[in-house]
């Protein structure tokens, strides 16, 4: 699967964005899909993760409450909504896709990267 992620942009301490991650292939029903995000000199961390049928999510502590992820699988499509957004969000935000059904809430076993959309937080 090819995945394709966008939305970033710069916004104001306290204001909102929706990523996107547009995916190819006719399976993206079968994936577990992923939210990461990343700060230059930093590891990639995961933010928040959503089982195949879209019924169980995981966040990360410090994005619970202002981030909920979604996905359409109709439209083959992942979504990331930020509230709230703090300075320290900023960072490159990256999706991620690994088969199976099951609930997988820490950042390994990914198989499928997107590129990337910037994320920045002006204070």
């Known amino acids: 699967v090819q995945l394709q992620a966008s939305g970033g942009g710069l916004v104001q301490a306290g204001g909102s964005l929706r990523l996107s991650c547009a995916a190819s292939?006719?399976?993206?029903?079968?994936?577990?899909m992923a939210w990461f995000r990343q700060i230059p000199g930093k590891e990639r961390d995961v933010v928040a993760g959503?089982?195949?049928?879209?019924?169980?999510?995981y966040y990360a502590d410090s994005v619970k409450g202002r981030f909920t992820i979604s996905r359409d699988n109709a439209k083959n499509t992942l979504y990331l909504r930020m509230n709230s957004l703090k300075p320290e969000d900023t960072a490159v935000y990256y999706c991620?896709?690994?088969?199976?059904?099951?609930?997988?809430?820490?950042?390994?076993?990914?198989?499928?990267w997107g590129q990337g959309t910037l994320v920045t937080v002006s204070s």
């Open positions: 991620a896709a690994r088969q199976g059904s099951g609930y997988f809430p820490t950042g390994t076993g990914y198989d499928y």
């Open positions: 292939g006719r399976t993206f029903y079968n994936y577990y």
């Open positions: 959503i089982t195949s049928s879209g019924v169980r999510v």
